[in-house]
């Protein structure tokens, strides 16, 4: 009897292990929500892939959950929609989309071409603020250029690789 008695107290607890361990083997959270990068394509050439929060193409999927990856770090392969300036140019969506172009910052864009393919590791911000942008990153932006991007979301870049595949 005490033998069934402690196998009745092991097994709440051994259920717990095998439904974690379900979660974690499906990509969920122990609350049931999607863990980061569940879901997502992630290349495993880059160090920086498997910590990535999102790493695929600029899509209408990915413009539609942009409020969702604010303040964490993706990788975002697109063609260079236009060049604006020495530290700033905007990505265009893919082919099949009419997404509207997002920004990127990056203090060292200088290899950076319009049209060319690109894929960006940064942190999404939800809010374009020009001033406070320079600010951050010590760069001097063009106003000009920039101010129809303000209170958009955009990518502040820590790594651009200018070599990246088109069809990633």
């Given amino acids: 009897m005490t033998r069934s008695h402690t196998s009745l107290r092991c097994r709440p607890a051994t259920a717990g292990l095998v439904l974690a361990s379900v979660a974690a083997l499906s990509g969920c959270t ?7 990068g569940a879901g997502t394509p992630v290349a495993g050439d880059r160090p920086d892939a498997g910590t990535a929060a999102y790493d695929g193409p600029y899509t209408t999927r990915f413009a539609g959950e942009v409020r969702s990856y604010d303040g964490q770090t993706v990788v975002l392969s697109a063609d260079v929609n236009r060049v604006l300036g ?83």
Avoid: M, W
């Fill in 30 to 36: 122990e609350d049931g929500t999607a863990a980061p």
């Fill in 86 to 168: 020495p530290a700033a140019f905007s990505l265009a969506g893919t082919d099949d989309t009419t997404i509207e172009p997002l920004l990127v910052v990056a203090p060292d864009a200088s290899e950076v071409r319009a049209d060319s393919t690109v894929a960006v590791t940064g942190t999404v911000r939800l809010s374009f603020d020009l001033a406070a942008v320079e600010e951050e990153t010590g760069t001097d932006l063009d106003d000009e250029q920039l101010e129809r991007f303000d209170g958009r979301p955009y990518v502040t870049a820590g790594r651009v690789e200018t070599s990246a595949p088109a069809d990633r």
